[in-house]
């Protein structure tokens, strides 16, 4: 009964004092931003290591003004804190891993993006291993022709926890650096190339 209530509250509390978090790093940094400066209308595949999404909601807002995304996050409880939190910058969720019924949530995802939404994706979570590329975002990717979008955030000040992805959390008052690659179509590759194409580009600057 003491963790369900422990949860609860954690619920309510973590995820929007999180988003207070995020807005606070978003503006107390200086930001300079390495991308293209327009990608398609169509729905496109947002995908970064799992160590570098704590600010990603404010590159996904530089391409779209009003955010029409679903992101993948696992079940656990941990993906439910923050599932709650990127609702604060209009993000939609997809719960799921590649742990917990793959397929299923690779089917909601491909729907997704054929119902013209686009998807935040952590090629290596929620688990890892650290810089290794699943099956779902290629298997995605190539089942709608959606283009990728290979995104970096590398804040100049910041901690870095001791966890499987070495998360990264920016200090106030330095600069966030944001990378974009150009659109990538990996329509026409095999599993074992594209896994390579995406795992390089995701290490770019």
Same mark, same amino acid.
């Given at each position: 009964?003491?963790?369900?209530?422990?949860?609860?509250?954690?619920?309510?509390?973590?995820?929007?004092?999180?988003?207070?978090? @995020?807005?606070?790093?978003?503006?107390?940094?200086? /930001?300079?931003?390495?991308?293209?400066?327009?990608?398609?209308?169509?729905?496109?595949?947002?995908?970064?290591?799992?160590? &570098?999404?704590?600010?990603?909601?404010?590159?996904?807002?530089?391409?779209?003004?009003?955010?029409?995304?679903?992101?993948?996050?696992? *079940?656990?409880?941990?993906?439910?804190?923050?599932?709650?939190?990127? &609702?604060?910058?209009?993000?939609?969720?997809?719960?799921?891993?590649?742990?917990?019924?793959?397929?299923?949530?690779?089917?909601?995802?491909? /729907?997704?993006?054929?119902?013209?939404?686009? @998807?935040?994706?952590?090629?290596?979570?929620?688990?890892?291993?650290?810089? &290794?590329?699943?099956?779902?975002?290629?298997?995605?990717?190539?089942?709608?022709?959606?283009?990728?979008?290979?995104?970096?955030?590398?804040?100049?000040?910041?901690?870095?926890?001791?966890?499987?992805? /070495?998360?990264?959390?920016?200090? *106030?008052?330095?600069?966030?650096?944001?990378?974009?690659?150009? &659109?990538?179509?990996?329509?026409?590759?095999?599993?074992?190339?594209?896994?390579?194409?995406?795992?390089?580009?995701?290490?770019?600057?």
């Amino acid at each position: 009964m003491l963790k369900k209530l422990s949860r609860a509250l954690a619920l309510y509390l973590v995820p929007f004092l999180g988003s207070l978090l @995020i807005r606070f790093l978003y503006y107390t940094n200086k /930001k300079v931003y390495h991308v293209p400066q327009k990608i398609t209308d169509k729905p496109v595949i947002f995908a970064c290591w799992h160590g &570098e999404l704590l600010m990603l909601p404010y590159l996904y807002r530089y391409y779209r003004k009003k955010p029409h995304a679903k992101v993948l996050i696992s *079940p656990h409880f941990d993906g439910k804190l923050i599932s709650k939190t990127v &609702e604060y910058f209009g993000l939609e969720t997809i719960a799921g891993s590649s742990d917990k019924n793959p397929t299923r949530t690779l089917i909601q995802a491909i /729907k997704a993006i054929k119902e013209g939404y686009d @998807i935040g994706i952590t090629p290596d979570g929620p688990k890892g291993p650290r810089h &290794e590329v699943a099956d779902g975002i290629i298997v995605m990717a190539q089942k709608t022709e959606a283009k990728l979008l290979l995104l970096r955030i590398e804040p100049s000040r910041y901690w870095q926890l001791n966890s499987w992805d /070495k998360f990264v959390i920016p200090k *106030p008052f330095g600069t966030l650096h944001y990378y974009a690659s150009s &659109e990538l179509d990996i329509s026409g590759m095999d599993m074992q190339e594209a896994r390579r194409v995406i795992k390089e580009g995701l290490k770019k600057r």
